[in-house]
């Protein structure tokens, strides 16, 4: 049976989500907490704006849960709830990685997932079920995987290409020993992909304590086949104005699964160089598409009109939503971590 993972902008069943019930996620204050709770309400109800939201609760948050996705704010779909225990609420790395074969079959790749690399202040006894479970509760077929991945490390074009992070996926806390070539093999057997795209590294603060060490949905996403959009940092006193460079160059010279030369389209990064741990990763690069649009992350920063306009002009035809990304980037992420789709039959 051969699997393909279709891409972000291919219509969807649903998006998943996890709600924030512990931890660093919630912070130390009732203020940080209800700030969390908040944005993830927020990205929730904005998704369910153009297509159904299930959001799995542990289940001693089930009504704090329901106090915040109150059905008088919904948008145009149900945003449902479905009870499991959970560590943390990064979706797009606890839950699975969403396939189809070519006779429509929905598939689940269901990652080993370890914190990040085993980092010390991260929990996962019970995230680590979560594929699993997400899979079930989707009908899919599991596919098992012993490759120890996160779905916000792998961003694909639908035709075969995928781009990965060396510091990810041969992390040595995730796949000590393992190759290039291992890699690539299961990206071949798991989401069908034929062709990878390496990048050296991802931005600056993703390495620091509360970071994924270069997950790759932050920096560069496809819109399109051949299209690639690049977080692009044109303040030279920002350290990731190098990363830019580096990885345009890289991808400008790289090829996709059907031999096209990649066309880079540059995001402009926030204005906003630093906050109070220092140097940013606020990107719009993590942006979900949806059916029929696109939820953005916001800064309240002068360049926020622009990059949306950016992402309008990547993704015609859809309207693109902007919400207020700054809580999620502060907890080591965007609106693209907490969200997976699932692809329509």
Known sequence: MAWRMPPEWA????????WPSSGYTLGETDADADEARATWADVALAVSRFEPVTVVVDPGAVAVARHWLDEGRHGRYRVDLLEAPLDDAWMRDIGPTFVRDDDGTLGAVDWVFNGWGAQEWAAWEHDA????FVA????AERIGSDLVNEGGGLHVDGEGTVLLTETVQLDPGRNPGLSRADVEAEMARTIGATRCV??????TRDYDEFGTRGHVDIVAAFAAPGTVLLHWQDDPAHPDHEVSVELEGLLSSSTDAAGRTLDVVRVPAPRTLEDTEGWVDWSYINHLVVNGGVVACAFDDPRDDEALGVLAQAYPGRTVVGVDARPL????GGIHCITQQQPAG
């Open 11 to 18: 219509p969807h069943e649903r998006t998943w989500m996890a």
């Open 129 to 132: 079920r979560i594929g699993t």
């Open 136 to 139: 079930g509760r989707a009908g």
């Open 198 to 203: 390496w990048l050296p590294r991802g931005l």
């Open 329 to 332: 980037f502060a907890r080591g």
